[in-house]
């Protein structure tokens, strides 16, 4: 009997534990724009956020009935004309975008990234609270996409 109550103890503090305490979409959704913001500032030029919104609450297989998440979306290319080709450009931007967001807490997702002479495909995330950014950099014009999203989180 001792040892039955201690299991239904142990699973209610587990379900508790699961149930609270996570970031919520709001608190995402500030280290979300805070992070791209970081982004935007790198030295190739002022990039500017293209697109911003929240997607959810139901809608298909985004995010589940009552969860929704936040994307933000830059959208840039290189300068043109000049010395530097776009091959270059990549090689010069992609250290400067990895490590300002190795500096902010994120991990790149080695098995997701992907990288050749003309194509550089960055993933990089942050566990808590559950953010990823999906950097392009190509030779191709736009140069630079990158795309930030929380997970579907609750709003509350």
Known sequence: ???AVGC???ILLLATAC???GPTLDEASEVLAKDTEAL???PLRDMKLVEENQRGTGDGPTCPEGTR???HNIIESF???GQTTPAAWIGAVKPSIHHTLISLGYEK???ASQESPDRVILVLGKKNPGITFTILLQTSQPNIQVTGKT???AEE
């Open 19 to 21: 149930t609270t305490g």
């Open 109 to 111: 997702n080695s098995g």
């Open 151 to 153: 997970e579907c989180l």
């Open 8 to 10: 239904a103890l142990l």
């Open 40 to 42: 935007k500032n790198f």
């Open 69 to 71: 998440r936040q994307t």
């Open 1 to 3: 009997m001792r040892h």
């Open 79 to 81: 300068p043109a004309g």
